[in-house]
Nanobody, 124 residues
Framework: QVHLAESGGGLVQAGGSLRLSCAASARTFSSLDMGWFRQAPGKEREFVGIVRRSGNIYYADSVKGRFTISRDNAKNTVYLQMNSLKPEDTAVYYC??????????????????WGQGTQVTVSS
């Protein structure tokens, strides 16, 4: 089991930026696919993006061009840089980890371990 801890959330005005971090307690961090999801009030959790162990990165259409995912295997950390934030980006953001490939990467069932989440609030 991998322990994940997100940080970096907060309150920001529309158009602003935030960078989330997710630190993982895994000695084999480089072998993990690391995903980001978010859940807005009253809505289902949705896929934001993923950085795979191969280095390939994929984004949801809603954040493409505004959000950037990166990873630092030496620090066991994955990042989510969020620019041009909109009020509709307000949500709890979660990082997740997996070594599986049973489901598509955008499906939350693909992931075995989850962080506790960090709140991002974008004011208009």
């Amino acid at each position: 089991q991998v322990h994940l801890a997100e940080s970096g959330g907060g309150l920001v005005q529309a158009g602003g930026s935030l960078r989330l971090s997710c630190a993982a307690s895994a000695r084999t961090f480089s072998s993990l696919d690391m995903g980001w999801f978010r859940q807005a009030p009253g809505k289902e959790r949705e896929f934001v993006g993923i950085v795979r162990r191969s280095g390939n990165i994929y984004y949801a259409d809603s954040v493409k061009g505004r959000f950037t995912i990166s990873r630092d295997n030496a620090k066991n950390t994955v990042y989510l840089q969020m620019n041009s934030l909109k009020p509709e980006d307000t949500a709890v953001y979660y990082c997740a980890a997996t070594t599986n490939s049973y489901y598509p990467y955008y499906n939350e069932r693909q992931y075995d371990d989850w962080g506790q989440g960090t709140q991002v609030t974008v004011s208009s």
